[in-house]
Each structure stands twice: as structure tokens, then as C-alpha cells.
Nanobody, 125 residues
């Protein structure tokens, strides 16, 4: 059983930055892939970024490439999402997710078997 707890969301002006954290407990953190997803009101949950267990394979959604950076610290059982040059369209609830069945991060929500409770990110214009 894996538990995931996100933190770091909040309200920020357009052009600003936020860093999200997701602390994991249970299982062997370095052996599973982690991903960040987001869901805006009235929209489906969408992939934002994913990172493999060892941190060597990383993928981003086109909408955040060059602005967001995913990283992980396996010694601290934590994955991060550094978000820069935020835009109003980045406003959403952000979720971290774990895929304990595979080392490489997928881009589909159905590939992940554990989810955090979500943290709200609001970007004002």
C-alpha cells in the first residue's frame, strides 16, 4: 500500500512560480514511476509530467514543456514539480500518482494505481 500526500499549491500571479511536492510512504519508492496530473473544472484529468523510478526517463505534456520540471529525491521518498512562467490556463487541481507496477512513467491516468488527494493551483491574470 502506498500513500501519497501533495503540498505546495496556492494562488500565484501569471508569470510566477510554484513548487509542488509529493511525499510517498509504503513500498520501495525508487522502484516505481511517478507522475503529475491536473484537472481543471469541467475538464478531464490530464497528464503533466512523469519520471521513472531512477529519475533517468522524464516526459512532459507539450503544454508545460520548457516551463515545468519534474524531479525526485529517492532518499526522501519525494517527487517535485517546479512550475515556472505560470499561466491562468495552468489553474487546476494537481495530483501526484504512483505506478508501482512499472519503472517507466506512462502518460495515461489508468496506468497509475495510487493517487494523492490533490492540491489546488490557481493562477490569476
Amino acid at each position: 500500500q502506498v500513500q501519497l500526500v501533495e503540498s505546495g499549491g496556492g494562488l500565484v500571479q501569471a508569470g510566477g512560480s510554484l513548487r509542488l511536492s509529493c511525499a510517498a510512504s509504503g513500498g520501495t519508492f525508487s522502484r516505481y514511476a511517478m507522475g503529475w496530473f491536473r484537472q481543471a473544472p469541467g475538464k478531464e484529468r490530464e497528464f503533466v509530467a512523469g519520471i521513472s523510478g531512477g529519475g533517468t526517463s522524464i516526459d512532459y505534456a507539450d503544454s508545460v514543456k520548457g516551463r515545468f520540471r519534474i524531479s525526485r529525491d529517492n532518499a526522501k521518498n519525494t517527487v517535485y514539480l517546479q512550475m515556472n512562467i505560470l499561466k491562468p490556463e495552468d489553474t487546476a487541481v494537481y495530483y501526484c500518482a504512483a505506478d508501482t507496477t512499472w519503472l517507466r512513467a506512462g502518460i495515461r491516468a489508468t496506468e497509475y494505481n495510487y493517487w494523492g488527494q490533490g492540491t489546488q493551483v490557481t493562477v490569476s491574470s
